[in-house]
Every structure is written in structure tokens, then in C-alpha cells.
């Protein structure tokens, strides 16, 4: 008796995984990047400068720290209310070794207030939320968040933001174009 029921049940989940499944299209998730529209590049002990390339370096020379953030910021258009935000950070090319080495740690921050080609090491917005650290990979094509990724609501209308990327360790250097690398993404 228990063998027949057995063998039936054997038979009923043979023929259900045999039974035809009709072709299901995957739906296909438009993902939105949002590129920085601007990189002021603020040096310590000097100035700033904006260039096409977003740096994030510290090292020290005959007793003095050298440092280089970038202020960056990013123009969402409107219509992205009620969606999630995050971050991603994959330029899809290699570095030369010269341009990432180290410990490779980025620290990105929020900034309170608008970001100037103006703007100085000692003259600039805020720094306001850390959203953390992500590593860049040796070749400089990928970085992966030391932790979550972090998230953040989507602006529900048309306006700027604007972030700054640090470096973590004594001794850092990476730098990306800016319209790769480091970018928005609206979920």
C-alpha cells in the first residue's frame, strides 16, 4: 500500500514537471544613472579647480598633508518622487596603477548647500551626511561598498544635489572621468 502511493505520487510530480509552461517575458527594469554634471577638485594647502576628472587623494610630503576631495554635483530632473535612490560606482575601463593605489577607500558624503566652481578647501558647502565608504578595485573599473549600499528618497522634483568623495586612509589615490565611476541610481 505504501509503495502504490509512493509511486503514485512519483508519477503525479513526473508528469506536472513535464507538463508544458508557456513562454514568460522577464520583465526588463529600466535603470536610471545620474552622472555628475560637475567636479570642483578642492586642495589642501591650496585652492580648488574644476576639471573633468573627479580626484580623492591624501598623502604627506616633508611633514605636510596633501589632500584632494571632489565636490561633486548631480542635476535630477523631475518626476523621480516616491523612488528610491542609491549609489553605484563601476566605470567599466581600467586605470593605470599610478591612479588608484593604496588603500583605495572613498568616503562620500552629502553637502549642505550648492556646489560652486568657486569653491576652496576653506571655502565650500558643508559636509552632512556620511553614506560610507566603498573600495575601488585595483584596475579602478569597480568599487563595492565596505557595508550596505546606502540609499536615499529620490528628489520629487527638478533640483541639484550635491555630494563629497574623500579619501579614508593616509595614503590614498583614485580619480575616474567624471561621467563614469561614481553615479546615482534611481530604483
Given at each position: 500500500m505504501k509503495?502504490?502511493?509512493f509511486a503514485s505520487l512519483l508519477?503525479?510530480?513526473?508528469?506536472?514537471?513535464?507538463?508544458?509552461?508557456?513562454?514568460?517575458?522577464?520583465?526588463r527594469r529600466a535603470v536610471t544613472l545620474i552622472y555628475p554634471s560637475l567636479a570642483v577638485n578642492i586642495f589642501t594647502p591650496s585652492n580648488g579647480v574644476v576639471?573633468?576628472?573627479?580626484?580623492?587623494?591624501?598623502y604627506t610630503a616633508q611633514g605636510i598633508q596633501h589632500e584632494t576631495n571632489s565636490l561633486l554635483s548631480f542635476d535630477f530632473p523631475s518626476g523621480y518622487g516616491g523612488k528610491t535612490c542609491s549609489f553605484s560606482f563601476a566605470n567599466g575601463w581600467?586605470?593605470?596603477?599610478?591612479?588608484?593605489?593604496?588603500?583605495?577607500?572613498?568616503?562620500l558624503f552629502s553637502v549642505g548647500g550648492p556646489i560652486s566652481a568657486t569653491n576652496?578647501?576653506?571655502?565650500?558647502?558643508?559636509?552632512?551626511?556620511s553614506y560610507g565608504i566603498f573600495s575601488v578595485t585595483s584596475n579602478g573599473a569597480v568599487g563595492t561598498w565596505d557595508g550596505q549600499t546606502p540609499t536615499f528618497p529620490?528628489?520629487?522634483s527638478?533640483?541639484?544635489?550635491?555630494?563629497?568623495?574623500?579619501?579614508?586612509?593616509d595614503y590614498d589615490d583614485v580619480s575616474w572621468p567624471l561621467k563614469a565611476g561614481l553615479a546615482v541610481v534611481v530604483l
Open positions: 509503495f502504490s502511493i508519477a503525479f510530480t513526473g508528469l506536472v514537471s513535464c507538463a508544458p509552461v508557456p513562454d514568460v517575458e522577464i520583465e576639471m573633468g576628472d573627479v580626484y580623492v587623494f591624501r581600467a586605470q593605470p596603477p599610478s591612479e588608484v593605489s593604496n588603500s583605495r577607500k572613498v568616503q576652496t578647501y576653506t571655502s565650500r558647502p558643508y559636509r552632512n551626511v529620490c528628489p520629487a527638478a533640483t541639484t544635489i550635491g555630494f563629497e568623495v574623500a579619501p579614508q586612509g
